[in-house]
């Protein structure tokens, strides 16, 4: 079953953006758990949620990625930018067992100058103090595109966070198409070479999401999504993506530049370009 699907807002609740996403064709969705420039989260409506795991049993959805906020830097050299890492988490990963089994995504950080090192190892901090044996999330370190000092442009610097989190089993990646080939990965010439890095340093198991986006910049140049078709990956490379046998079964989210009507036209592209459904 091809698993696609786009960003939506979260802001009318769960069962809504089930509605919506069948709308546009779409079997699984990315949100964002709060405003993503920071704040408190509204409450979860339990009646709702449970009246979107129904939704989604019933049409088959993927797993859902839950996005953290931007403003979540869990590697922070300011105590209390930290403080909010350490407190945002722990509350989205609680009020995700309202939908249990799905991902919750989120930037690895931006060091600010203390290094790769040290970045890392507050990252381990943060998973090592939130993440719970109990928990039904899995939680994803988004592949960055490595702009100003963030942690993850590196499959490398994504495979030491993971060994240093010590419920290693609840971590996964979210790999992001715009943000790896901006990190300079050759995804629209080398896709199997791209992945074969990937499986090497880091383990293709721990590969259980795709952000779907083109890019506006050539291959290692920084982070600007564009629309599928409409970039420097191009249309070729997105199919290749999509009908690789080691991707073929995650989640796509497009997080492109779209009103929901060019979401809809993106997902209907895209599954006539998916072999064999
Ligand atoms: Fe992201
Ligand atoms: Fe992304
Ligand atoms: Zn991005």
Same mark, same amino acid.
């Given at each position: 079953m091809f698993s696609i699907g786009c960003h939506l807002s979260s802001s009318g609740g769960y069962r809504k953006m089930g509605e919506t996403a069948l709308e546009l064709g779409a079997t699984t969705f990315q949100f964002f758990t709060r405003n993503p420039r920071g704040g408190t989260a509204k409450a979860v409506d339990p009646a709702d949620a449970a009246a979107f795991c129904a939704l989604?049993?019933?049409?088959?959805?993927?797993?859902?990625?839950?996005?953290?906020?931007?403003?979540?830097?869990?590697?922070?050299?300011?105590?209390?930018?930290?403080?909010?890492?350490?407190?945002?988490?722990?509350?989205? +990963?609680? $009020? &995700?067992?309202?939908?249990?089994? !799905?991902?919750y995504n989120f930037h690895p950080g931006s060091h600010v100058g203390q290094g790769i090192e040290i970045g890392v190892a507050k990252i381990c901090e943060v998973l090592n103090t939130v993440l719970r044996k109990d928990q039904s999330t899995i939680v994803l370190l988004e592949t960055m595109a490595g702009k100003g000092s963030e942690v993850g442009g590196r499959f490398e610097e994504l495979a030491a966070i993971i060994d240093g989190t010590v419920l290693s089993e609840k971590v996964g990646v979210c790999l992001d198409t715009c943000h790896v080939n901006d990190g300079g990965y050759d995804i629209v010439g080398d896709l199997d070479g791209v992945l074969e890095?990937?499986?090497?340093?880091?383990? +293709?198991? $721990? &590969?259980?999401?795709?952000?779907? !986006?083109?890019?506006?910049?050539?291959?290692?140049?920084?982070?600007r999504h564009a629309r599928i078709g409409e970039g420097t990956i191009g249309l070729e490379a997105m199919a290749r993506l999509i009908?690789?046998?080691?991707?073929?079964?995650?989640?796509?989210?497009?997080?492109?530049?779209?009103?929901?009507?060019?979401y809809a036209r993106e997902i209907a592209l895209l599954k006539s370009l998916r072999k064999g459904e």
């Open positions: 989604a049993a019933e049409h088959g959805f993927g797993k859902l990625v839950a996005h953290a906020p931007y403003t979540l830097n869990p590697c922070a050299a300011d105590a209390r930018v930290r403080e909010f890492a350490f407190q945002t988490m722990a509350d989205d +990963l609680a $009020r &995700l067992e309202f939908v249990p089994g !799905n991902y890095e990937f499986d090497r340093v880091i383990g +293709l198991s $721990r &590969l259980k999401a795709i952000h779907l !986006n083109d890019s506006l910049n050539p291959r290692g140049a920084k982070d009908n690789h046998p080691a991707l073929a079964d995650l989640p796509f989210c497009l997080e492109t530049p779209n009103e929901l009507d060019g």
